[in-house]
Structure formats: structure tokens, C-alpha cells
């Protein structure tokens, strides 16, 4: 009994109001519109990652055995604190190509270690975009 | 002397410029304005602008049809012939007044001749009902159509938008993406934007090709709206164009506030896990799966997905250098002028100067408020599952297409919270995703509304 009330009181809606029948087809068209586009991205998904698990598992069996080496000591090395004069002759030719002029380097700042990939393109993207003046 | 300066001042065509095409020239000179000194996506508005300017003056040579058949706009009946079998035909001449059989405001009954010749055949009698398409008479002429005639072919005929995907595809990076595959969802998200403003529209009387046209804006994919308006409402080609574009350039001032809305400032500072190194292998069979399979999906959309993909292979496989710097360079920025110009061709006073237009715009920065709102809210959600590699919401603004403007903005918004933090390459993998799933759900569009 209440459902046929329920149903008769829809029908008095969807009288009064025809455009709601074509705003509901309309939402269940869009509804199944996107149910396509993540269907179809969402198995994208899981076809690349399995494809990308397979390839790393492949290529792990791949890859030999690392053997262990001994660590090498560079001839000359570095105390602690001090740079490479090799990375100071790099960056001195690189700001003479750069600027053509006499220059002076004041200082020169290590970036720490420990710092992320991500962090250190930041910074590298950052610097790209001065200007030399 | 005098009767020469007269008999020229007739050869002018100041006395055919129109109030319409003033009221263009003003439009004309906002593009101008945004693309040059705002520098809104001024790769595209620029020539759009010139376009929109050349098809508001009175010319001659440049957008003039080849002569041939003159084909019915619609279906109805011939009321009256103004013309008679051996007439010159000029441009802009009235031929014949049309009875459209159903209503609709832009069925005009006036036919106009685009094209100049010698009236050879009249194949309807007056009175007699015709059919769209069909042949009502014959123009003959040696000269050939005007430059842009030709050039408009690459919209009517869908060659630009899949060309302009072939450069897209060599210079996108799907590296990102096929890292962290699940950033996918976020791309199809950024979609709900396109759903919602279909329903928009369809409320506020567009036809569901129009609607559905009108939603491509908010994918943000220009190229894509273009495929799509052109197969389902191609009367609102410019105004759609128009609205992606500058809507695209907009990016990073309708999207900031509505991700700080969205998401708290501890979300704002989740740090993603570096994205592991991704095989050339990965990258070739990545291309070939998403061609294969979306191709499948969707074959309404085959042609912007084979070229995108493509294009993508051509830049992954490493032996095709000089194909991926053609791509690249050459044909992209090629077929950029010539699809601008012809978007901005069809910018005429009648088809750009109605209410519609403004509807457009005003449904297009809807559009682009949903689907940014869709990726942000897809990527809180993944994050109720995830426990160790949580998503930082912000990048799933960049759902929306607009490469790489989105994936800036979410990169943007979250150093403002974290300086130490950088979004760029995340927010690249929703960012391509989005291209796809814009591909995807245009497709949809195409192949149910019957565009064909």
C-alpha cells in the first residue's frame, strides 16, 4: 500500500514536472559517461601496473649478481670540509663560458647530501630561471 | 581624373562594413589585448584573433568558396529564386528565399552565394520541398575558392586537432604517469566537470551535441573541444574555442582558491615518494596498451588517440629523431597557425554576436570549476585507501588537461605550502591522464549522439 502511494506520488511529480524525466536521463547518461572514462583510465591503471611489475621482475632476473668490490680511495683525497680542484676548475670554466668576462669566486656553497632529488631540481629549475645580468 | 577617383571609391569596400563586424573588431582587439600583453595562451589567440579579423572585413580571395553545387542548409522548401540560369553570381547575392520545414532560429531563409561564377543550372523549381544536402544549383568559374576555404578543410574534415595530437604525443612525457598508474583515476575524475556542465547546459536549452560540446570545454583540452564541436555542434565551433582557450590561460587564477577550498592545510603538505625510473620498454608498450585499448573503448576518438600515441611512440623509441623534432616543432606550430586562423574564420558577426555565446562562456568556467574539483576530490578519496604513498590532493587539479599550466599550478600551491616540496613531475601523471580521459569522454560523446 505505501509503495503504490509512493509510485502515484512520483507520477504526479514527473507530471507537474516533464522536464525532470529528461534532466534524470540526461544524469543517468552522464553517469554512465563517466563510469566509461574511469572504467577505461581505471584498467589502464591496472594493465600498467601489472605490465611494469612484470618488467622489473623480469629484468631483476636478468641482471647478475652484483659481485662485491673493494672500495677504491681516490690518488688524491680530499680532506674533509675542502673541494675537489677539479669541481673548482669545472665551475670556473662554466662561469667563463657563461659570462665572458673577468670574474672572482667568492664562494663556492655544497649543496647537503642528504638533500632529495626532488629538492635539488627545485633548486636547479629555480636558479635556471635568473636572468645573468 | 575625378571620374576615376569615383569609379574607385566603388572598387572600395568601406559601404559592405556592417555594425556586426564593428562590434568583432572590439572583440578583436580584447583577443588581441589578452594574448599580447596578458600573454593568454597567445600561441593560440593570436591567430585566432587575426582570423576572427579577416572574417569581419569585407574580403575577397581569402574565405570565398570554390564554385560548384550550392548544397541545401536544410530541410524545407524553395519559396522564390532571385536568380536565373545564366546570371553572374558575386558574393554575398541573394539566391533564393527558403521555408526551413522546422523551427529554428538559425535556419536563415535568405540563401547567399560564397562563391562567384556564372550561374549554370537550377535543379529545384519554386515551391518544390528539398532536402539538407541536396543540390539547388550550379556556379561555375575558372578561379579557384579563396586561401581559407581550403585551409577551413583541416577542421571540417578533423585533419588539425589529431595533427596539433601527433606534436602533442612527441612532446609529452608519460614517464610520470606510468610511475604512479594510479594518478590515471585522477585524469578521469577531472572529467566530471565535462558531465556536469553537459546537464548545465541541457537545463539551459542546449541540444545534447551542443551540451555535450560545450562540457568538452571544462577537459581543457583545446584541440579536443575543437573535434568535438565540429562533429556535434559545429554552428558554436568559434565560441567553444574561443572559451577553451582563453579558459585554459586562465588556469592559475580559477584554480588556486577552489583547491585551498577543498583541501586542508595538512593535505596541502603531504610529500609524495619519489617516482621510480621508468624503462624505455615500459614507455613503447605504454603507448601501443593505451592506443589498443581506448581505441577499443571509444573508435569515435581513434583518430586523436592513434596520433597522440603516435606521436608518443615516435619520441619514446629513441631511433626516429628527426620524425620527433618535425612533430615537435614543425608541424605543431604549422598546423597551430592554420588551425587558429580558421577558428578564428568562423568568429563572424552572426555566428559569435548572440546570447548563445555568452552562455558558452559563462558554462565554460563552470566547467573548469567542476573538474578541478572532481581530481582534488578523487585524490582525497584514494587517500581513505592508501597508507604509506598518500597522494597530496593538490595534484589532482591538474586532471584537467591543459598541459603543463595545471600541472604548474598544483606545484605552485604546494610550495606556498611547503616550500620544500615540489608537486611538478606528480602532478604530471593526472595531468597527461586527463588528456586521455578527455579523449575518452569526447569519444563517449561522438559515438552516442551520432556525429557521424
Known sequence: MVVSIALSDSAEILAVLPGLTEFLDNLGYQAAGMLIVLGALGGLWLAVSTLGR??????????????PTKPTLSATPTPAGELDPCIVAAISAAIHVTLKQRFQIISIQTENPQTPPWSQEGRREIYQSHRVR | MYDNLVNFLHLTAFTLV??????????????????????????????????????????????????????????????????????EVTEGMKLATLAPSRSNSRDHPVLVATSHGKLIAISVTEGASVLEGQTLLQIFSNEPGGLYYYLSKGIQWELFPPLIFLGVGALTDFGPLIARPITLLLGGAAQLG??????????LGFNHGEAASIGIIGGADGPTAIFTANKLAPHLLSAIAVAAYSYMSLVPLIQPPIMRLLTTRKERLIRMKSLRPVSKLERLLFAVVVAIVCILLVPAASALIAMLMLGNFLRECGVTDRLVKASQNEIINVITIFLGTSVGMTMTGDAFLRAETLKIIGLGVVAFGISTAGGVLMAKFLNLFLRNDRINPLIGSAGVSAVPMAARVSHVEGQKADSGNYLLMHAMGPNVAGVIGTAVIAGYYIATLGGH
Open chain 1, 54 to 67: 612484470i618488467l622489473r621482475f623480469a629484468s631483476g632476473l636478468r641482471a647478475p649478481a652484483a659481485v
Open chain 2, 194 to 203: 565535462v558531465a556536469m556542465t553537459f546537464l548545465g547546459a541541457a537545463l
Open chain 2, 18 to 87: 556592417t555594425w556586426k563586424m564593428l562590434v568583432m573588431w572590439v572583440v578583436v582587439l580584447v583577443l588581441f589585448y589578452l594574448a599580447v600583453f596578458k600573454e593568454f595562451e597567445p600561441l593560440l589567440l593570436v591567430p585566432i584573433a587575426f582570423g576572427a579579423l579577416i572574417a569581419n572585413l569585407p574580403t575577397q580571395g581569402v574565405v570565398n568558396q570554390a564554385p560548384g553545387p550550392v548544397l541545401a542548409p536544410f530541410d524545407g522548401t524553395v519559396v522564390a529564386w532571385h536568380v536565373r540560369v545564366g546570371d
